[in-house]
């Protein structure tokens, strides 16, 4: 059970750093609050996504 609760916490702080840079990185390319809201959340979803995509493959794997 904390195997699983400390992947889930590092997943989520990777996916928050990508956001993060995502973000930062449409600020200095000049984009509106806006705009680089909506590519953080953008690069958060894709991050969640992955890991759910690789865990899922990993369970059909390991079963």
Known sequence: MAVV?????????VALLAAAGAGKL???DGAT??????RAATAFAAVITLAASVTA???ALLT
């Open 33 to 38: 609050y806006a705009a680089t809201l909506t």
């Open 5 to 13: 609760l400390l992947t889930t916490a590092l997943v989520i702080v």
């Open 57 to 59: 493959a990993l369970a």
């Open 26 to 28: 449409a600020r200095i």
